[in-house]
RNA sequence: GCUGGCAUAGCUCAGUAGGUAGAGCGAUGAACUCGUAAUUCAUAGGUCGCCGGUUCAAUUCCGGCUGCCAGCUCCA
């Protein structure tokens, strides 16, 4: 008989082969590598019995699908392991996620990490058994009867939510699972694994359901694989922003203060300003004009905007002003639309770029707080456009202009899009949203960017582009915004009057490019190690005399360069060169400026850069010219 | 908010089977005046997160609270 291969081509095979026959006859290397199959489509187990006529294909280590397969395979194999040790567990699911598998089981006592231990250890010997995996198909009654009997009983009723009349079981030595499959067909193929944490979870995702305790998991083909993969994460703990920003002295939060808010140090500040002022020179460029607002505002004016209706869960409650109720903010568009309303707005007005570092307080449930990333106060980098019909999407793709810019001073050179399109519930009239979402697409084409639809993603007020940035490591993270807004501008009766001196009502664009500063310093923390590039360090040149000899000296340079607009700070302790080297590195400064004898008689300064290089006796001017090219063009480089 | 874990000196952490605690780093003082990642010696520093209970006695055991961590849920 016949199949059919991927490339076209067409293998003569004997009698009952399966896919890994047919991996065999085509070379040996194939056949080692499989792992499953796809016939006609459909994902099946690598000892499945083709037909002929069967369009065949094998499915490897390293392919993406292997590695879900293997890591199926894995929550099974652990599954297995839960069941020996703790036979009163019951099973419920067992996916693969990103970079693992988790598995959730019903059991009385939570997992502790020795646990975790003999769990590793018995799936361990399970591999060692080298246990064959079978597929076994069963009618759904027989199926929940089965798993009833074995007081399994999540499984039954996954079952019988099942539409089709029969359902697959996996069986591998005194172990069953229901599954869709496909799996490994050998507990022995299951060898680079290891688990990671252990966590609550509600059956069902559903947080009035029980509470079930998950194990999470990652397991791959290779040793140097999971080495890798282990490697990384203990990569992402070392650029933890909340351990750096405490090592680094740049930010703090207490428990005298409150959760989730956040106290920036003096170093942090010096980041902060560097952004801040960056922030402020970008947007006068761009034609922005920066507005200044209050903290709170009257009930009144939340009602009118809608938020008491729709975003009173994220709302402080009210404070009692003289007999009034204020409110905190947690947006500050209100504020915007009423300097919008201080006159009568023109067409020739249009458009308006108004930007504000405004402070927010949101509220949000205390177990998502973390570090910088999620907090209760933070001050937006928000901006709203108020423009024409005709503007909008010259004004989008002003925005991406302007966003990719900032991105790309900051480090980040990969960004991607988000464009969200219109929800099943919304408001405004169908040919607005269709217009709004067309600039947003054309003015995202036209920028360059690589982007996704999320249709029906938008906000039930408008359509909007998300844009996530890619970090050092390699992880992405979601920053910018920029969303239409067709409930504002109506809630609070925006007008202009156009050419023909009717009234209109203009378009409204909220927008953040980098989101809050407080979740921005922490991915930025974590994008550099807590290295930050010359122009945003908070302490950019640090200067260490060798001996007291050279402290008049020291104390000109020092003098020099605060003039000329450079964070420096002088160690002048007694202490030996490298002990003083040692911890402007460990603050991983930039420049440390390292004053001897030699260059006080020659009148010149010797520099070490962070990454160890030295730039000798150089002339102060030949440095300064150096310092001021990398400040000025904010270059990832610590030398021009 | 929920489940589980954790909270000891400025930091990182040890310890007390219930009898009020210790190291390293850091800080301070002194000596050394020193050339590219840790000089030496000395000193100070803790109501053992907060409140309550059990006990002759609680930092230790129990309960509540606050905060942190992992995850779930949430993120119009």
Not at 112 to 127: A, C, R, W
Not at 243 to 272: Q, T
Not at 401 to 430: H, M, Q, R
């Amino acid at each position: 008989m016949k199949i059919n291969l991927p490339d076209g081509s067409k293998l003569d095979v004997d009698n009952n082969p399966t896919v890994y026959s047919v991996a065999e006859g085509i070379s040996k290397g194939l056949a080692r590598d499989s792992v499953a199959g796809e016939v006609n489509g459909k994902p099946v187990d690598i000892y499945y019995e083709l037909n002929d006529g069967d369009n065949v294909k094998i499915i490897t280590s390293k392919d993406k699908k292997g590695l879900e397969i293997l890591r199926h395979s894995t929550a099974h194999l652990m599954a297995h392991a839960v069941k020996r040790l703790f036979p009163e567990a019951k099973v419920t699911i067992g996916p693969v996620v990103e970079d693992g598998f988790y598995y959730d089981f019903d059991i009385e006592k939570p997992f502790t990490p020795e646990d975790l231990e003999l769990i590793e250890k018995e799936m361990k010997k399970l591999s060692d058994a080298k246990i064959d995996i079978r597929r076994k198909e069963m009618e759904k009654d027989k199926a929940v009867k089965l798993f009833n009997e074995m007081g399994e009983t999540y499984k039954s009723e996954i079952i019988s939510e099942i539409e089709e009349e029969n359902v697959s079981l996996y069986e591998q030595g005194d172990f069953i699972d229901l599954c869709r499959g496909p799996h490994l067909d050998n507990t022995s193929k299951i060898k680079h694994f290891k688990l990671l944490s252990v966590a609550g979870a509600y059956w069902r995702g559903d947080e009035r359901n029980k509470m079930l305790q998950r194990i999470y998991g990652t397991a791959w083909f290779k040793k140097s694989e999971l080495d890798e993969y282990l490697q990384r994460l203990e990569e992402a703990k070392k650029r933890d922003h909340r351990k750096l920003g405490k090592e680094l002295e740049l930010f703090s939060s207490f428990d005298e203060v409150g959760s989730g808010l956040i106290c920036w140090l003096p170093k942090g500040s010096k980041v902060r300003l560097a952004i801040e002022n960056f922030w402020r020179e970008e947007h006068i460029k761009n034609d922005y004009e920066i507005l200044y607002t209050p903290h709170i505002g009257k009930a009144n004016l939340w009602q009118t905007s809608g938020h008491l209706d729709f975003y009173s869960e994220n709302m402080y409650s009210p404070m009692d002003i003289e007999g009034q109720e204020y409110y905190i903010k947690p947006m500050n568009c209100p504020f915007h639309i009423m300097i919008y309303k201080t006159k009568t707005r023109s067409y020739r007005d249009l458009p308006l770029r108004w930007a504000e570092l405004g402070t927010v307080y949101r509220y949000e449930r205390s177990g998502v707080l973390h570090g910088l990333l999620r907090v209760r106060g933070f001050t937006q980098d928000d901006a709203h456009i108020i423009c024409t019909d005709k503007q909008i999407e010259s004004e989008i793709s002003e925005v991406l202009d302007f966003s990719l810019n900032i991105w790309k001073d900051f480090g980040f050179s990969s960004v991607k899009g988000y464009i969200a399109t219109k929800p099943e519930k919304s408001v405004g009239d169908e040919a607005m949203w269709q217009k709004a979402t067309d600039s947003l697409t054309k003015a995202i084409v036209k920028s360059g960017i690589d982007y996704e639809l999320d249709e029906g993603g938008g906000a039930f007020y408008g359509p909007k582009i998300d844009l996530k940035v890619k970090d050092a490591i390699g992880r992405e993270w979601q920053m910018t915004t920029i969303q239409f807004d067709f409930n504002l501008p109506e809630r609070f009766d925006m007008n202009y009057i156009d050419s023909d001196g009717k009234e209109k009502r203009p378009f409204m664009v909220h927008r953040a490019l980098l989101g809050s500063l407080e979740r921005f310093f922490g991915v930025l923390v974590e994008h550099y190690a807590g290295a930050f590039p010359f122009w945003i360090a908070p302490t950019q040149i640090k200067v260490l005399n060798i001996s007291d000899d050279q402290l008049d000296y020291c104390k000109q340079l020092v003098k020099k360069l605060k003039g000329k607009g450079f964070r420096v700070e002088p160690d002048y302790r007694n202490e030996k060169i490298g002990y003083k080297i040692r911890e402007a590195q460990l603050e991983k400064i930039p420049h440390m400026l390292i004053i001897g004898k030699e260059e006080v008689e020659n009148n010149t300064v010797s520099v070490r850069l962070r990454d160890g290089k030295n730039k000798n006796n150089l002339d102060f001017n030949e440095y300064f010219d150096v310092i001021k090219y990398i400040d000025e063009n904010k270059s990832v480089n610590l030398w021009r």
